[in-house]
Protein backbone atom coordinates (compact mmCIF):
# COMPACT_ATOMS: atom_id res chain seq x y z
CA UNK A 1 0.00 0.00 0.00
CA UNK A 2 1.38 3.15 -0.74
CA UNK A 3 -0.27 6.88 0.59
CA UNK A 4 0.08 10.29 -0.44
CA UNK A 5 -0.60 13.37 1.39
CA UNK A 6 -1.81 16.31 -0.46
CA UNK A 7 -3.31 19.73 0.67
CA UNK A 8 -1.10 21.79 3.25
CA UNK A 9 -0.01 25.07 3.31
CA UNK A 10 -0.33 28.26 5.36
CA UNK A 11 -4.12 29.58 7.01
CA UNK A 12 -4.78 32.29 9.13
CA UNK A 13 -6.08 31.17 13.01
CA UNK A 14 -9.45 30.53 13.06
CA UNK A 15 -9.44 29.06 9.49
CA UNK A 16 -10.01 25.71 7.65
CA UNK A 17 -7.80 23.93 5.24
CA UNK A 18 -9.17 20.14 3.92
CA UNK A 19 -6.05 17.91 3.57
CA UNK A 20 -6.37 14.49 1.12
CA UNK A 21 -4.40 11.11 1.48
CA UNK A 22 -4.80 8.32 -1.79
CA UNK A 23 -4.12 4.98 -1.42
CA UNK A 24 -2.86 2.73 -4.56
CA UNK A 25 -1.65 -0.81 -4.61
CA UNK A 26 -3.36 -3.39 -2.26
CA UNK A 27 -6.04 -1.11 -0.92
CA UNK A 28 -8.15 -3.32 -0.10
CA UNK A 29 -6.23 -4.52 2.98
CA UNK A 30 -6.88 -1.39 4.35
CA UNK A 31 -9.12 -1.26 7.28
CA UNK A 32 -8.24 1.94 9.08
CA UNK A 33 -6.93 5.26 7.37
CA UNK A 34 -5.42 7.38 10.12
CA UNK A 35 -4.37 10.94 10.36
CA UNK A 36 -1.12 11.74 12.54
CA UNK A 37 0.88 14.99 12.92
CA UNK A 38 4.18 15.60 14.53
CA UNK A 39 5.38 19.33 15.64
CA UNK A 40 8.53 20.76 15.62
CA UNK A 41 10.42 18.86 18.81
CA UNK A 42 6.99 16.94 19.72
CA UNK A 43 6.31 13.20 18.87
CA UNK A 44 4.07 12.43 16.79
CA UNK A 45 0.36 12.22 18.02
CA UNK A 46 -3.16 10.77 16.36
CA UNK A 47 -5.47 13.25 14.90
CA UNK A 48 -8.37 10.87 13.43
CA UNK A 49 -8.78 7.54 12.11
CA UNK A 50 -11.64 6.31 10.22
CA UNK A 51 -12.43 2.74 9.52
CA UNK A 52 -12.49 2.25 5.58
CA UNK A 53 -15.30 -0.77 5.83
CA UNK A 54 -18.12 1.50 7.65
CA UNK A 55 -16.67 5.09 8.28
CA UNK A 56 -16.88 4.89 12.04
CA UNK A 57 -14.44 7.57 13.27
CA UNK A 58 -12.35 8.33 16.26
CA UNK A 59 -10.35 11.68 17.13
CA UNK A 60 -7.80 12.99 19.50
CA UNK A 61 -9.81 15.58 22.08
CA UNK A 62 -7.48 18.57 21.00
CA UNK A 63 -9.35 18.41 17.63
CA UNK A 64 -12.71 16.81 18.51
CA UNK A 65 -15.87 19.08 16.86
CA UNK A 66 -13.25 21.05 15.31
CA UNK A 67 -11.98 18.24 12.56
CA UNK A 68 -13.77 16.10 10.73
CA UNK A 69 -12.43 12.77 9.24
CA UNK A 70 -14.29 11.19 5.70
CA UNK A 71 -13.38 8.57 3.82
CA UNK A 72 -14.52 8.03 -0.56
CA UNK A 73 -14.12 4.58 -1.05
CA UNK A 74 -14.32 4.42 -4.79
CA UNK A 75 -11.44 6.54 -4.94
CA UNK A 76 -9.29 5.43 -2.32
CA UNK A 77 -9.01 8.89 -0.63
CA UNK A 78 -9.56 9.90 2.75
CA UNK A 79 -9.45 13.32 3.71
CA UNK A 80 -9.02 15.92 6.82
CA UNK A 81 -11.19 18.81 6.88
CA UNK A 82 -10.05 21.50 9.57
CA UNK A 83 -12.21 24.08 11.12
CA UNK A 84 -11.10 26.41 13.63
CA UNK A 85 -7.43 26.06 13.11
CA UNK A 86 -5.23 27.23 15.78
CA UNK A 87 -1.71 27.78 15.96
CA UNK A 88 -1.09 25.11 17.83
CA UNK A 89 -2.57 22.82 15.13
CA UNK A 90 0.34 23.58 13.07
CA UNK A 91 2.75 20.44 12.25
CA UNK A 92 3.51 18.34 9.50
CA UNK A 93 0.66 15.73 9.03
CA UNK A 94 1.11 12.22 8.14
CA UNK A 95 -1.51 9.74 6.66
CA UNK A 96 -1.80 5.91 7.87
CA UNK A 97 -3.08 2.84 6.78
CA UNK A 98 -3.47 -0.10 9.69
CA UNK A 99 -4.84 -3.78 8.01
CA UNK A 100 -6.77 -4.31 11.02
CA UNK A 101 -9.10 -2.01 13.52
CA UNK A 102 -7.12 -2.74 16.37
CA UNK A 103 -6.46 0.36 18.56
CA UNK A 104 -7.01 2.82 15.65
CA UNK A 105 -5.36 5.82 18.04
CA UNK A 106 -1.98 3.90 18.63
CA UNK A 107 0.78 4.44 15.56
CA UNK A 108 2.00 0.96 15.99
CA UNK A 109 -1.08 -0.50 14.55
CA UNK A 110 -0.34 1.34 11.49
CA UNK A 111 1.84 -0.50 9.10
CA UNK A 112 1.92 1.96 5.79
CA UNK A 113 2.43 5.39 6.47
CA UNK A 114 2.53 8.40 3.78
CA UNK A 115 4.77 11.55 3.35
CA UNK A 116 4.40 14.26 5.46
CA UNK A 117 2.30 17.55 3.77
CA UNK A 118 2.61 20.42 6.43
CA UNK A 119 0.09 22.89 8.00
CA UNK A 120 1.36 25.97 8.92
CA UNK A 121 -1.44 28.31 11.04
CA UNK A 122 -0.48 31.67 11.94
CA UNK A 123 -1.72 33.94 14.63
Known amino acids: VQLQAFGGGLVQAGGSLRISCTAS????????LGWFRQAPGKEREFVAA????????SYADSVQGRFTISGDNAKNTGYLEMNSLKPEDTAYYYC?????????????????WGQGTLVTVSS
Open 96 to 112: AAALSGVRPIQRSSYRY
Open 50 to 57: IAWVDHGT
Open 25 to 32: GRTLSIHN
